[in-house]
């Protein structure tokens, strides 16, 4: 008996990136969730626009982390070492989607992270933002301004994490449950559904198991209606 195919739920996978983070492991993750659903891999690297203010004040100084030595901040040096970081990001990335067979795509942006995630962002796509950042403000930011479905990442820990999806009523949410259900399945993830309506969620994630990968372990949170 064959399975049926599973729709496509995503059809973008939008992230940010910030210069100073590291590039394979985030790529890899990245990748990887891309990978499992099925989507195109779309990364904006921000560049800071309060950072490029104060580069060229007086004080302000760069430290090398080799010498120890401090010199001035000047913008033009500031934006060719991100054109540097940008360029070894977009190379590694297309090896990485080679070889992956991953569509994506890679841009430089001017900004602050989170209008810049809402300015680019599509009907289709999934907001991805890296809780390991630290930028919490992004994440609250990228949540009170769109309607778009968000996926926060966590820090890697040695033992599987949950995946949790906060589930409405309505197509979105289906197709949120039915992002979930393919992350879960596919990395051998336990998977939370937080829900107002448990009898909505409920049957919203049986009709989602059909054609998605069914998650060994999985479970209703009841939220206060």
Known sequence: MSMPEHPVVFRRLLATLEPTMAAEPTLNVLADIAGRLEAELALLLVEDN???RVAGLPLTRQID?????????VAADLAAQ???VAARWRRRLAELSERRRLRWSFRTVRGEAAGELMLAAGQDDLLVLNRKSGNAATAITALRRTRQSILLLSPATSAPRPVVALYRNGPRGRHVLAAA???AATGHH???VMAADREAAVAALDKAAVSSPAAANRRIVDLPA
């Not at 982390?65 to 010199?71: C, E, K, M, Q, S």
């Open 50 to 52: 309060n950072l490029f």
């Open 65 to 73: 982390l080799r010498t120890g030595a401090a010199a001035p901040l």
């Open 82 to 84: 991100i054109d540097a």
């Open 181 to 183: 259900l393919r992350l």
């Open 190 to 192: 336990p998977l939370e």
